[in-house]
């Protein structure tokens, strides 16, 4: 059982930025690929961005160029870096992790973007 842990979510302006973490309690974190997902009461839960171990990046068309995500695998971390938000990135974004087809979730960090 791998548990994880999100923060860093919060509200802000359109145009502004935030830093969401996610903390796993792995020793085997660096075996992992690891997630960003986003959804809304709307929408399906949705791809954001993804690593593998050999850092091989993967994001969705609407956050490219302006998302980054990244991992820490010392500190068992993965990251996303969110520049330029807009309102339709409002949403509760989710971390995962994934390893030979086992997939954990955590609980979330909600999101808002907002003038």
């Known amino acids: 059982q791998v548990q994880l842990v999100e923060s860093g979510g919060g509200s802000v302006q359109p145009g502004g930025s935030l830093r969401l973490s996610c903390v796993a309690s792995?020793?085997?974190?660096?075996?992992?690929?690891m997630a960003w997902y986003r959804q809304t009461p709307e929408k399906e839960r949705e791809l954001v961005a993804s690593?593998?171990?050999?850092?091989?990046?993967n994001y969705a068309d609407s956050v490219k160029g302006r998302f980054t995500i990244s991992r820490d695998n010392r500190q068992n971390t993965v990251y996303l870096l969110m520049f330029s938000l807009k309102p339709e990135d409002t949403a509760m974004y989710y971390c995962?992790?994934?390893?030979?087809?086992?997939?954990?979730w955590g609980q979330g960090t909600q999101v808002t973007v907002s003038s």
């Open positions: 792995t020793d085997y974190f660096n075996t992992y690929t």
């Open positions: 995962k992790s994934t390893r030979s087809g086992v997939r954990y």
């Open positions: 690593i593998r171990t050999d850092r091989i990046y």
